[in-house]
């Protein structure tokens, strides 16, 4: 963040380390640094934790229109200039806001929860606070969680298929949890989008409205691709019963990359955050048990673009995972 206003006022030097911090400098420290093996004290890991998500939330929501005035050239940088803006704003937002906001509508406060949800409105996609919190933490690993990527999905499928599903899902979880009580959310999440989006309008007109879509496209893209990461191919069994067995470690893939991981407000750490979803950020721990990634987050949502490079890598790892657990045992890091 802090190189994305500094590149607001200094050049392009700033766009390109913020690209270089976010991706190749994030990789690299990735490779370098040893996983953190000793664990805080729940409680007592990071106690400024959520002043952060409140300094980070508001950033975003000061960068946001900066970024729209920047890629639509309203600042002087030419083409070349506005295309490193776009990549930069929008690989800083896509890494960073998005694990902010996911923690913000977690939150039991309801002020930092509206936070969250301002944030991911300006991204076009507020309805994630309900489709996240109601739908997938209830179905994830299931057909009835639209993010959850099935062995042998492309990513490419699964994006259209997660949002609209994300959308549809969440709308229907709201409706039935209000029974026509009160103000549906939806209806303050896309007023919220349309006040965004009439700020671009206002910055720089039709080209802002169009760098809005394409930037949010980006950014809300770069967190379905996490979801599918961090869910392809585990699925949760039916029990007698036919009700879908507890989510359990081994239903969501982790990172234990220590760079990443603190850059990402240990959202790698997928498999306790869905044990405790109310538990902050700084407390979230790796499970020895659970399915562990080869490579950092980041680097695992650029591989799955590439969709024979992905299934080599992942469908191996899901047929051990198979196999191990047919023996007995969890699939170690």
């Known amino acids: 963040m802090a190189f994305l206003a500094a590149g607001s006022f200094g050049g392009w030097a700033w766009f390109a380390a913020a690209l270089l911090y976010v991706g190749a400098f994030a990789a690299l420290l990735d490779r370098m640094l040893p996983r953190l093996l000793l664990e805080a004290p729940e409680g007592a890991e990071f106690p400024g934790s959520e002043a952060l998500l409140v300094f980070l939330g508001f950033c975003h929501l000061a960068l946001w229109p900066v970024a729209v005035a920047m890629i639509a050239g309203?600042?002087?940088?030419?083409?070349?200039?506005?295309?490193?803006?776009?990549?930069?704003?929008?690989?800083?937002?896509?890494?960073?806001?998005?694990?902010?906001?996911?923690?913000?509508?977690?939150?039991?406060?309801?002020?930092?929860?509206?936070?969250?949800?301002?944030?991911?409105?300006?991204?076009?996609?507020?309805?994630?606070?309900?489709?996240?919190?109601?739908?997938?933490?209830?179905?994830?690993?299931?057909?009835?969680?639209?993010?959850?990527?099935?062995?042998?999905?492309?990513?490419?499928?699964?994006?259209?298929?997660?949002?609209?599903?994300?959308?549809?899902?969440?709308?229907?979880?709201?409706?039935?949890?209000?029974?026509?009580?009160?103000?549906?959310?939806?209806?303050?999440?896309?007023?919220?989008?349309?006040?965004?989006?009439?700020?671009?309008?206002?910055?720089?007109?039709?080209?802002?409205?169009?760098?809005?879509?394409?930037?949010?496209?980006?950014?809300?893209?770069?967190?379905?691709?996490?979801?599918?990461?961090?869910?392809?191919?585990?699925?949760?069994?039916?029990?007698g019963d036919g009700r879908l067995e507890p989510v359990a470690e081994r239903h969501s893939w982790n990172a234990p990359q220590w760079f990443s991981g603190k850059m990402m407000l240990h959202a790698p750490r997928h498999s306790d955050h869905h044990a405790h979803p109310s538990r902050p950020y700084p407390g979230l721990r790796l499970p020895d048990a659970a399915p562990m990634l080869p490579r950092g987050l980041p680097l695992m949502g650029a591989l799955a673009l590439v969709p024979p490079l992905w299934f080599r890598v992942m469908d191996r790892r899901l047929d051990r995972l198979a196999s191990r657990e047919s023996e007995g045992a969890g699939l170690a890091p």
Not at 117 to 122: E, Q
């Open 74 to 239: 309203r600042t002087g940088f030419g083409p070349a200039g506005s295309l490193l803006a776009f990549f930069a704003f929008g690989l800083t937002f896509g890494q960073i806001s998005n694990p902010v906001a996911h923690e913000l509508i977690h939150r039991g406060d309801r002020r930092l929860f509206w936070l969250g949800v301002a944030v991911y409105a300006t991204m076009l996609f507020a309805h994630h606070a309900s489709a996240h919190r109601l739908v997938h933490h209830v179905h994830v690993g299931s057909d009835g969680d639209p993010n959850s990527a099935r062995r042998g999905e492309t990513v490419w499928h699964f994006l259209p298929r997660a949002w609209i599903g994300s959308f549809r899902a969440g709308y229907a979880a709201e409706t039935r949890l209000r029974q026509g009580r009160g103000l549906h959310p939806y209806m303050v999440y896309l007023g919220l989008s349309t006040l965004s989006l009439l700020l671009s309008a206002a910055i720089a007109g039709w080209i802002g409205l169009a760098v809005h879509l394409a930037l949010a496209l980006h950014v809300t893209s770069q967190l379905l691709i996490s979801d599918y990461v961090q869910h392809y191919g585990l699925r949760r069994a039916l029990r």
